[in-house]
Every structure is written in C-alpha cells, then in structure tokens.
C-alpha cells in the first residue's frame, strides 16, 4: 500500500491551454474523489466515482471540466481551455467501503497554476 | 451563510500548552463530524471521527460535539512541535456519495 498517488506535483499552464492530472488511488479501493482546494479555504467536493461510475458530480465542475476513471483503476481530470480562476489544488481520495465510517486517504495533490 | 464555519487563524502557542480549535455549523440534519490535519504541501489526513454529541480521545487529542449549538472543537494536549499544520474540521454531508464538506482550515503553529 504505496497511498494515493497524484501526477503532476505541480503544473504551471498559459490561459486557454488544456491540462490533464491523473490519481492512482489504493489498489482494491472501488471509490474515488475529486476535490479543489484554494489557498486559504478547505477543500470543495468535485466529483465521485464508485469503480467506474460517475456518480455525482459538484456544480463547481463546469462544462471544461470532465472526469473519467477507465475500468475503475486510476482516474484522470481534465480541464478544457484553463482560467486563471482554475489556479488550486486538484485533490484525489479513495476509500475501500462507504456509509458511515468510510475513511478518506487524499493524495498530495497536484499544484496548477494558470498564467 | 456557510454550511461549516472556521477560524482561520493563525494561531501560534508554546510548546506544551493546550490547544482549542472551533467549528460551527448550520445544518442540525449533520451527525457525522471528523477533523483532519493538512501539512504544507500534503493532503489532507483523517486524525479524529466523532458522531453525534459527545466527546472522543485518542492520545493527546480530543473531539468534542455539542449539537444543540452546532459546535466541534478540537483539543490538543501537550501540544508539540510536530502538530503544527492546518487543522480542518469537515461534516459528511449525507447521501449515497459520502462528500465531505470541509471548513476554511486554522493553522496552528507550536513553537518550541
């Protein structure tokens, strides 16, 4: 159990160019998330896969903002034509059951800055 | 009005005092309540999970609920230099997905 892993680490990008992180969650854990984290706020909820299920998605996740976890293993968020407002952390979590003691292991993040 | 509110700090204290940390909260339907603590540049970690009201320990931490005000707090004893990070208090917001709904964050910051 090598944790949640998230590539890039950091991601520097020029407005109206397209960027695509990607999360390697803990092997056997069928959900994983999405979230943003700004500087100084806590982390907003983007998104929620059960294996390979979309299953809900935030209002924050704008038509440039697509998620996609191929055959339930590592995922892959991709945002269209970057903003400077886009610039956050891009957090991802996974967890092996759900209900009420569900627990959480969030990756490091990857770090996107949009000039 | 926000769904968690946090103070955001900083807060700085000796090492070895105690340390309270606050979360309020506007939803009286919430029962589920956990605080994690981010270090610089990490993601965030689980350290403590709590339902309903009361009170929970795990070594020289504490969680506390009080319901009928809406209220978490976070209690560290003994605190070390080693704690200082971002502490963020976080409610599960229900339903099937489990998402958690996270406050701003206080950093804390134990000096030796």
């Known amino acids: 159990d090598t944790g949640v892993s998230q590539n890039p680490r950091h991601k520097i990008t020029k407005r109206g160019q397209n960027v695509t992180f990607r999360c390697d969650p803990i092997?056997?854990?069928?959900?994983l998330y999405w979230y943003r984290q700004t500087l100084g706020q806590g982390p907003e909820f983007l998104t929620y896969f059960q294996n390979e299920a979309q299953l809900e998605k935030s209002r924050l996740l704008s038509d440039r903002f697509s998620a996609e976890r191929p055959k339930g293993s590592f995922s892959t968020l991709e945002i269209q034509r970057t903003e400077q407002g886009d610039s956050a952390m891009y957090l991802c979590?996974?967890?092996?059951?759900?209900?009420?003691?569900?627990?959480?292991?969030f990756g490091s993040g990857t770090q996107l800055s949009v000039l | 009005q926000k769904e968690v509110e946090q103070d955001p700090g900083p807060l700085s204290v000796p090492e070895g005092a105690i340390v309270s940390l606050n979360c309020t909260y506007s939803n009286s339907a919430f029962q589920y309540f956990m605080w994690y603590r981010q270090y610089s540049r990490k993601g965030p970690e689980l350290l403590m999970y709590?339902?309903?009201?009361g009170n929970k320990e795990d070594g020289r931490f504490t969680a506390q609920v009080d319901k009928s005000s809406k209220y978490i707090s976070l209690f560290i004893r003994d605190s070390q230099p080693s704690d200082s990070a971002t502490y963020l208090c976080a409610i599960l917001g229900g339903g099937a997905t489990n998402k958690l709904i996270f406050g701003t964050g206080t950093l804390l910051a134990v000096q030796p």
């Open positions: 709590t339902y309903s009201s």
């Open positions: 092997s056997e854990h069928n959900r």
């Open positions: 979590a996974s967890s092996q059951t759900g209900g009420i003691n569900e627990k959480l292991f």
